[in-house]
C-alpha cells in the first residue's frame, strides 16, 4: 500500500543553523501538507500546498519557514535560522484532492521527524 | 477560533474492557470529523471518518459516533488489547477552495492493562 515517507527519522541542529526535512508524499496525490507536534502538545497546521504554490498557512509559518517541491516527488520544509522552539516532531501529509468526498480529502501522514534545536 | 477539545486526557483500562473517548468541536465550516490512532512517536493513523449526515461508524472494535447538532462526538473501544494503548485524537476537517484544513485535538492518551 502507497505511504508518505519522511527524511530523515531524527535530526539534532544547532540553533541558528538551516535544516531541510524531507518528505515523499503518495504519489498520485495532489495536495501536500507540514504539521508540527511540540511533545506533549497538540498536532498543529503549519501550511498546505496545491499545485507549486502555498494555498494556505498557519501563523506559526513565519518567515524562517519555507516549502519546496523541487521535482516531481519531494516536498520539503526549511527552517533558516532554527529556534530552541522549533523542536518538535514535523509531520508530512498528503491527501488526493479536497473534494466533499472524504476519500479525495482524506490526508495520509509520514511517520514524522524528530527535530531537536541544541 | 476553531477548536476541538477532548476527554478524558488520560484514561487506563484492564484488557478486555471497554471505554469511551468523548470529543467536542467548535470548527466552521464543518466538513467531516475522524479519529486517528497515534502510536508514541509516529504519525496519526486514520479509524473513522464521518460526515455531518452520519451518526456512527465502525471500524473492528472502534466505533464512532457524532451528533452534529451538539458538535460532539465519541469513539467507543470494544473488548480492549494491550495494542490499543496509544493516543486517540479528534480531528475536524474543514473544506476550503484552497485547500483543506485539520484541528485537532489534545488527544487523549489510552493505557491498556493485562
Known amino acids: 500500500e502507497p505511504e508518505v515517507t519522511q527524511t530523515p527519522s531524527h535530526q539534532v541542529t544547532q540553533m541558528g543553523q538551516e535544516v531541510i526535512l524531507r518528505c515523499v508524499p503518495i504519489?498520485?496525490?495532489?495536495?501536500f501538507y507540514w504539521y508540527r507536534q511540540i511533545l506533549g502538545q497538540k498536532v498543529e497546521f503549519l501550511v498546505s500546498f496545491y499545485n507549486n504554490e502555498i494555498s494556505e498557512k498557519s501563523e506559526i509559518f513565519d518567515d524562517q519557514f519555507s516549502v519546496e517541491r523541487p521535482d516531481g516527488s519531494n516536498f520539503t520544509l526549511k527552517i533558516r535560522s532554527t529556534k530552541l522552539e522549533d523542536s518538535a516532531m514535523y509531520f508530512c501529509?498528503?491527501?488526493?484532492?479536497?473534494?466533499?468526498?472524504?476519500?479525495?480529502?482524506?490526508?495520509?501522514f509520514g511517520p514524522g521527524t524528530r527535530l531537536t534545536v541544541l | 477560533k476553531n477548536q476541538v477539545e477532548q476527554s478524558p486526557q488520560s484514561l487506563i483500562i484492564l484488557e478486555g474492557k471497554n471505554c469511551t473517548l468523548q470529543?467536542?468541536?467548535?470548527?466552521?465550516?464543518?466538513?467531516?470529523l475522524r479519529w486517528y490512532k497515534q502510536d508514541t512517536g509516529r504519525g496519526p493513523v486514520s479509524l473513522t471518518i464521518m460526515t455531518f449526515s452520519e451518526n456512527t461508524k465502525s471500524n473492528g472494535r472502534y466505533t464512532a459516533t457524532l451528533d452534529a447538532d451538539t458538535k460532539q462526538s465519541s469513539l467507543h473501544i470494544t473488548a480492549s488489547q494491550l495494542s490499543d494503548s496509544a493516543s486517540y485524537i479528534c480531528?475536524?476537517?474543514?473544506?476550503?477552495?484552497?485547500?483543506?484544513?485539520?484541528?485537532f485535538g489534545g488527544g487523549t492518551r489510552v493505557l491498556v492493562k493485562p
Open positions: 470529543c467536542n468541536y467548535t470548527v466552521s465550516p464543518f466538513s467531516n
Open positions: 504519489s498520485n496525490h495532489l495536495y
Open positions: 501529509a498528503s491527501s488526493p484532492g479536497t473534494g466533499i468526498g472524504t476519500s479525495t480529502n482524506e490526508q495520509f
Open positions: 480531528v475536524v476537517l474543514s473544506i476550503k477552495a484552497a485547500g483543506n484544513k485539520l484541528t
